[in-house]
Protein backbone atom coordinates (compact mmCIF):
# COMPACT_ATOMS: atom_id res chain seq x y z
CA UNK A 1 0.00 0.00 0.00
CA UNK A 2 3.04 2.15 1.01
CA UNK A 3 4.12 1.92 -2.72
CA UNK A 4 0.91 2.76 -4.09
CA UNK A 5 0.37 5.54 -2.16
CA UNK A 6 3.92 7.12 -2.91
CA UNK A 7 2.83 6.46 -6.33
CA UNK A 8 -0.24 8.54 -6.24
CA UNK A 9 1.43 11.32 -5.07
CA UNK A 10 3.88 11.26 -8.01
CA UNK A 11 1.30 13.78 -10.06
CA UNK A 12 -0.52 16.46 -8.67
CA UNK A 13 -4.55 17.33 -9.13
CA UNK A 14 -3.69 19.71 -11.75
CA UNK A 15 -1.91 17.28 -14.22
CA UNK A 16 -3.83 14.97 -13.85
CA UNK A 17 -6.92 17.00 -15.31
CA UNK A 18 -4.78 18.18 -18.25
CA UNK A 19 -4.48 14.25 -18.60
CA UNK A 20 -8.10 13.12 -18.53
CA UNK A 21 -8.77 13.22 -21.85
CA UNK A 22 -5.47 11.04 -22.72
CA UNK A 23 -6.59 8.36 -19.77
CA UNK A 24 -10.30 7.79 -20.50
CA UNK A 25 -9.46 7.14 -24.39
CA UNK A 26 -6.22 5.17 -23.61
CA UNK A 27 -3.90 7.05 -25.17
CA UNK A 28 -1.26 7.49 -22.11
CA UNK A 29 1.77 5.09 -21.55
CA UNK A 30 1.14 1.89 -18.55
CA UNK A 31 3.82 3.93 -16.22
CA UNK A 32 1.61 6.90 -16.59
CA UNK A 33 -1.32 5.02 -16.36
CA UNK A 34 -0.28 3.42 -13.51
CA UNK A 35 0.57 6.60 -11.58
CA UNK A 36 -2.63 8.30 -12.64
CA UNK A 37 -4.74 5.39 -10.97
CA UNK A 38 -2.71 5.44 -8.07
CA UNK A 39 -3.65 8.71 -7.42
CA UNK A 40 -7.39 8.65 -7.83
CA UNK A 41 -7.14 6.03 -5.44
CA UNK A 42 -5.77 8.83 -2.95
CA UNK A 43 -7.96 11.33 -3.95
CA UNK A 44 -12.00 11.57 -3.87
CA UNK A 45 -11.65 14.40 -5.36
CA UNK A 46 -9.89 13.40 -8.52
CA UNK A 47 -11.53 10.48 -8.78
CA UNK A 48 -14.97 12.21 -8.79
CA UNK A 49 -13.99 14.23 -11.58
CA UNK A 50 -13.23 11.34 -13.79
CA UNK A 51 -15.99 9.70 -13.23
CA UNK A 52 -17.65 12.76 -14.38
CA UNK A 53 -15.58 13.00 -17.25
CA UNK A 54 -16.55 9.43 -18.00
CA UNK A 55 -19.64 9.95 -18.12
CA UNK A 56 -19.80 13.45 -19.66
CA UNK A 57 -17.17 12.02 -22.68
CA UNK A 58 -19.70 8.79 -23.24
CA UNK A 59 -22.99 11.17 -23.36
CA UNK A 60 -21.65 13.40 -25.90
CA UNK A 61 -19.98 10.94 -27.89
CA UNK A 62 -23.77 10.08 -28.92
CA UNK A 63 -24.41 14.08 -29.90
CA UNK A 64 -24.89 14.45 -33.21
CA UNK A 65 -22.58 16.72 -34.78
CA UNK A 66 -24.99 18.87 -36.52
CA UNK A 67 -26.99 19.17 -33.29
CA UNK A 68 -23.88 20.70 -31.31
CA UNK A 69 -23.46 22.45 -33.72
CA UNK A 70 -26.29 23.81 -33.02
CA UNK A 71 -26.13 25.04 -29.72
CA UNK A 72 -27.08 28.84 -28.67
CA UNK A 73 -23.75 30.59 -28.31
CA UNK A 74 -24.52 30.95 -24.44
CA UNK A 75 -24.84 27.19 -23.79
CA UNK A 76 -22.03 26.22 -25.84
CA UNK A 77 -20.01 28.66 -23.50
CA UNK A 78 -21.77 27.34 -20.34
CA UNK A 79 -20.33 23.91 -21.27
CA UNK A 80 -17.01 25.00 -22.90
CA UNK A 81 -16.45 26.66 -19.21
CA UNK A 82 -17.56 23.89 -17.22
CA UNK A 83 -15.57 21.07 -19.08
CA UNK A 84 -12.62 23.53 -18.65
CA UNK A 85 -13.30 24.09 -14.53
CA UNK A 86 -10.89 22.21 -12.55
CA UNK A 87 -12.52 20.01 -9.59
CA UNK A 88 -11.84 20.89 -6.38
CA UNK A 89 -9.26 19.25 -3.47
Not at 19 to 46: K, N
Not at 60 to 66: D, F, I, K, N, Y
Not at 68 to 86: F, G, I, S, T, Y
Amino acid sequence: MTHDHDRGLDIRCIDLVELVTDYLEGAVDEERRTTIEAHLRLCEPCATYVEQMRTTMRNLGHVPVQEAQQLPDPVRDQLLAALRAEPQG
